[in-house]
């Protein structure tokens, strides 16, 4: 699934939606090359989704992170968080 160039609360509900019902499924890849503005919520519901699939025994991953998304996760101090779910 692609992420929409700006992840903020008015974009956050639908995203949420998509991520649960992927999620359903078995294994998700986010495209998050096209992001250039992402909220903190935004981020934390990555976290969440990433957890939720760990706990299904699902692999999550967030293919070609854009600058914008990389910096706002660095500047949030996720970067531990997000670590093992980049994939270039």
Same mark, same amino acid.
Do not use: C, K, Y
């Given at each position: 699934m %692609?992420l929409? *160039?700006i992840?903020d609360?008015? *974009?956050?509900? %639908?995203?949420?939606d998509?991520?649960? !019902?992927?999620?359903? !499924?078995?294994?998700?890849?986010v495209?998050?090359?096209?992001? !250039?503005r992402?909220?903190?919520n935004a981020l934390?519901?990555?976290?969440s989704a990433?957890e939720t699939a @760990? @706990?299904?025994?699902?692999?999550f991953g ?5 600058a *914008?998304?990389? %910096? *706002?996760? !660095? @500047?949030?101090g996720?970067g531990a968080?997000f670590?093992g779910?980049?994939?270039?």
């Amino acid at each position: 699934m %692609a992420l929409p *160039a700006i992840i903020d609360l008015d *974009a956050i509900d %639908a995203i949420r939606d998509q991520l649960a !019902e992927a999620l359903d !499924e078995g294994a998700v890849l986010v495209d998050a090359g096209g992001v !250039e503005r992402v909220s903190t919520n935004a981020l934390l519901l990555l976290v969440s989704a990433a957890e939720t699939a @760990r @706990r299904n025994h699902f692999d999550f991953g967030i293919a070609t992170p854009s600058a *914008a998304m990389l %910096a *706002a996760i !660095e @500047r949030l101090g996720l970067g531990a968080q997000f670590s093992g779910m980049m994939r270039q």
